[in-house]
């Protein structure tokens, strides 16, 4: 997608509900498929928006990925070695997460128990 196109649909859909990644799920699905490496973006813009989250049984520290998980007209996704799945929630519904959370305590709970 083009920058230009991707401003514009902000635009086109600003004041709407926020769609942000949802963490808790990513990590119960990491606890359970036990994958090589997962990475989230947003359909149809992962070349702007998509990074590695998880890699080598671990989270990946944001300093070494970008990512950008919130939107008003995108889908949050997940990709778990190769299989993209939508994962997100109303940022309404959430614990205060917004386009910046990035691996919150609560999802971190979840991996730790694993």
């Known amino acids: 997608m083009d920058t230009m196109f991707a401003f514009a649909m ?3 859909n600003r004041g ?4 942000v990644f949802d ?25 702007c928006t998509g990074g590695r989250i998880y ?3 671990a989270p ?12 008003t007209w ?3 996704e997940i990709d778990i070695d190769g299989d993209v799945i939508d994962c997100w929630k109303w940022q309404h ?9 990035y691996w919150p305590d609560s999802a971190l709970a979840i ?3 694993k």
């Open 23 to 47: 963490w808790d799920r990513a990590a119960m699905l990491i606890v359970e498929r036990k994958p090589e490496t997962v990475g989230a973006g947003l359909g149809g813009d992962w070349e």
């Open 60 to 71: 990946v520290q944001r300093e070494d990925t970008y990512t950008f998980l919130a939107s």
């Open 93 to 101: 519904d959430t614990p205060g997460w917004d386009d910046g959370t």
């Open 16 to 19: 709407k509900n926020m769609r």
């Open 55 to 57: 890699a080598d049984g």
């Open 74 to 76: 995108a889908t949050p």
């Open 10 to 12: 902000g635009e086109a």
């Open 111 to 113: 991996l730790a128990h």
